[in-house]
């Protein structure tokens, strides 16, 4: 893997240094790679200081702990849960890309499944989430008897992530299908702070809960997200609109769709959801690897594109 290319999520955060660090596999620093000399693109505090000050030793972990649910409903397969957590970790899971994981206290610690924050009140310590009920993991959370265990802060739930947070003043569009709408409300509002337009198009399906518009009004379109409709209108808004930012909340088909058909004509930065399997977030377990375009392995759960 390139560090030159690939940016580490965590780098100076509260958990950086980390596991990584101490295996010699750090995803940005050459000297804690073990190469012996410095050559990485990371422009704030040396992680190999931070390291070697702190008796080369990696930082605190993220710890499980359990919760109060203090607000629950159920709109047809998603169960919405709002959850009292600590003032840190409601201040440190308002950015989009922001997730947790989460299980029912009475489950091990393998089913740990990973959720994105929807909405997040810093001042009232709450994080709202919305899990669509499928497997295993997912339906251990619906008798939840009050209390869920959360692990977290984690923030790599978006690629694109940089973009995301320097556009400003633009026009932007966002495409989210079914629950990927959860983890566009955050990234909506922060476009919207940072002074864009931003048009919402969501997925058309009548047993399709579209939850996005109770946070932020109206979306401008339904468009069925599964045909080729939706490339087609992208292209014609794009001629429209000229817009700077595409979000895409959704599967990995409907990105690639939306990319390659948008690609050809325009230049504008994609924001998409992470879509891959994660199970530590730590860059450990190795369930979210991808190769990048070059044949290097990419830990997705923390692996930013510079
Ligand atoms: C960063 C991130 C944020 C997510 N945010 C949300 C959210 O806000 N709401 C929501 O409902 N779902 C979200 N998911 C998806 C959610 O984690 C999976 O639906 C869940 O793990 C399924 O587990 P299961 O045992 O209930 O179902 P299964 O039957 O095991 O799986 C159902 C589907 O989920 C996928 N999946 C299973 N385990 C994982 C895993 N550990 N990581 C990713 N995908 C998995 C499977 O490949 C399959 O496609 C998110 C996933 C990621 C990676
Ligand atoms: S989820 Fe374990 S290495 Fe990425």
């Not at 169960?79 to 489950?107: C, D, E, W």
Request: with cysteine; glycine share 8%.
């Amino acid at each position: 893997m390139n560090s030159k290319q690939w940016q580490c999520v965590d780098a100076g955060s509260d958990y950086c240094p980390c596991h990584l660090a101490e295996e010699n596999s750090c995803i940005i620093c050459t000297q804690l790679q073990g190469k012996g000399y410095c050559d990485c693109n990371w422009m704030g505090v040396c992680i190999y200081d931070e390291f070697y000050f702190a008796g080369n030793k990696k930082k605190g972990v993220r710890e499980s702990r359990e919760y109060p649910v203090v607000g629950s409903k159920v709109i047809g397969k998603i169960i919405f849960l709002t959850i009292k957590v600590t003032r840190y970790m409601a201040r440190v899971l308002k950015q989009p890309g922001s997730y947790v994981f989460i299980r029912n206290k009475h489950s091990d610690y393998f089913f740990d499944v990973p959720i994105s924050i929807m909405d997040c009140d810093e001042e009232k310590s709450v994080i709202k989430i919305a899990v669509e009920i499928c497997g295993v993991k997912t339906k251990k959370l619906t008798d939840h008897g009050g209390t869920v265990i959360v692990r977290g802060p984690y923030w790599n739930g978006i690629f694109g992530l940089n973009a995301l947070k320097t556009t400003q003043n633009a026009r932007c569009l966002v495409l989210a299908r079914g629950i990927a709408q959860a983890p566009a409300i955050l990234s909506i509002k922060h476009l919207l702070k940072n002074n864009n337009v931003v048009d919402i198009i969501v997925n058309k399906r009548t047993d399709e809960h579209n939850f996005i518009k109770e946070y932020l009004g109206e979306p401008i379109r339904e468009v069925n997200m599964p045909s080729d409709d939706v490339a087609i209108l992208c292209r014609e808004l794009m001629k429209e609109n000229n817009y700077k930012l595409i979000f895409i909340g959704g599967s990995d088909p409907l990105q690639n769709k939306i990319i390659e058909c948008i690609q050809e004509t325009d230049d504008v930065k994609f924001v998409t959801t992470n879509n891959n399997p994660i199970c530590c977030g730590e860059g450990i377990c190795g369930s979210c690897v991808k190769k990048d375009k070059s044949g290097a392995l990419v830990k997705t759960c923390k692996a930013q594109r510079i």
